[in-house]
């Protein structure tokens, strides 16, 4: 079975760090780009950040460009999601998400994990 | 940025009847790298159209996508119970990915 179980996620103060993670299986991993996307409480989905197939190619959103790092494992089936300098409007549930071919671009995203919250507040 | 703006944001129907969603892009799509998502409540997204008019695997043939260029449209055919949710389009053809703000298609 297709599968993607991020973890990581939690409560944070502003101007903190978090790393959220992706844990593939039932596919294969290393021959696909992957994606996180977000979505803020009751808003909708917002395209964060993605890496090729082999993670040496990596884009961002503006949003957060400059303070999240995507990276991954190809040997733990896994990608992260680095994130520092965390803000308030930072707070949604992430999910990551497997693209369809190996370049991080031109990728519609399918499967998709169930997300972690990530809440950013004092 | 590619601006999407799906319409209508809400949109009541009842069981059987038909459902046209709109998903207009602030400039042209390249190559109709535009998809369809679903998502209930409480639940990840689920991929339903890619390439503006490919259904994914295991979508029923009652949903189809059409459209070019800024215009596009999700059809929904006879709908199901289980076809009431919040329906996202997402362009792919440049280097930053952007949704639409998303229909909620309910019961009327």
């Known amino acids: 079975e297709v599968q993607l179980a991020e973890s990581g996620g939690g409560l944070v103060q502003p101007g903190g760090s978090l790393r959220l993670s992706c844990a593939a299986s039932?596919?294969?991993?290393?021959?696909?780009?992957m994606s996180w996307v977000r979505q803020a409480p009751g808003k909708g989905l917002e395209w964060v950040s993605a890496?090729?197939?082999?993670?040496?190619?990596?884009y961002y959103a503006g949003s957060v460009k400059g303070r999240f790092t995507i990276s991954r494992d190809n040997s733990k089936n896994t990608v992260y999601l680095q994130m520092t300098s965390l803000r308030a409007e930072d707070t949604a549930v992430y999910y990551c998400a497997s693209g369809r071919i190996p370049a991080p671009l031109y990728n519609w995203f399918d499967p998709w994990g169930q997300g972690t919250l990530v809440t950013v507040s004092s | 940025e590619i601006v999407l703006t799906q319409s209508p944001g809400t949109l009541s129907l009842s069981p059987g009847e038909r459902a046209t969603l709109s998903c207009r892009a602030s400039?042209?799509?390249?190559?109709?790298?535009l998809a369809w998502y679903q998502q209930k409540p409480g639940q990840a997204p689920r991929l339903l159209i890619y390439?503006?008019?490919s259904r994914a695997t295991g979508i029923p043939d009652r949903f189809s996508g059409s459209g070019s260029g800024t215009d596009f449209t999700l059809t929904i055919n006879r709908l199901e119970p289980e076809d009431f949710a919040v329906y996202y389009c997402?362009?792919?053809?440049?280097?930053?990915?952007?949704f639409g703000q998303g229909t909620k298609l309910e019961i009327k």
């Open positions: 039932g596919f294969a991993f290393s021959s696909y780009a």
């Open positions: 390439g503006a008019s």
């Open positions: 890496i090729s197939d082999s993670g040496g190619a990596t």
């Open positions: 997402q362009q792919y053809g440049s280097s930053e990915y952007t």
């Open positions: 400039q042209s799509v390249s190559s109709s790298y």
